[in-house]
């Protein structure tokens, strides 16, 4: 069975940063993408930046590019989201998910874990 658990939110001031874990496991992830997401109070669930396992290529959102780097560990099954500079409009509940097309449609996405609250207050 697939799981996914993220861990790494929190509270930062304006300006900080945080780094996002996403560890992955119960199946073979080398076909798949992983992918974060977010999503504010009201507002719809939003892409954030994808993955591949294999390979290298990244894909942000451009709210995000240049602040945000998408990173994994193969060895460990860990996605990492490293977020600078962030913005008090980055707050969010941040979702780590898989799935085999890595489009930033989220329904694209066949599993997800259960999220983490990001604040970042002004």
């Known amino acids: 069975q697939v799981q996914l658990v993220e861990s790494g939110g929190g509270l930062v001031q304006a300006g900080g940063s945080l780094r996002l874990s996403c560890a992955a496991s119960?199946?073979?992830?080398?076909?798949?993408?992983m992918g974060w997401f977010r999503q504010a109070p009201g507002k719809e669930r939003e892409f954030v930046a994808r993955?591949?396992?294999?390979?290298?290529?990244?894909y942000y959102a451009d709210s995000v590019k240049g602040r945000f780097t998408i990173s994994r560990d193969n060895a460990e099954n860990v996605v990492y989201l490293q977020m600078n500079s962030l913005k008090p409009e980055d707050t969010a509940v941040y979702f780590c998910?898989?799935?085999?097309?890595?489009?930033?449609?989220?329904?694209?996405?066949?599993?997800w874990g259960q999220g983490t609250q990001v604040t970042v207050s002004s």
């Open positions: 998910a898989t799935g085999p097309r890595g489009w930033d449609n989220p329904r694209s996405y066949d599993y």
């Open positions: 119960g199946r073979t992830f080398s076909n798949y993408f």
């Open positions: 993955i591949r396992w294999s390979g290298s290529s990244a």
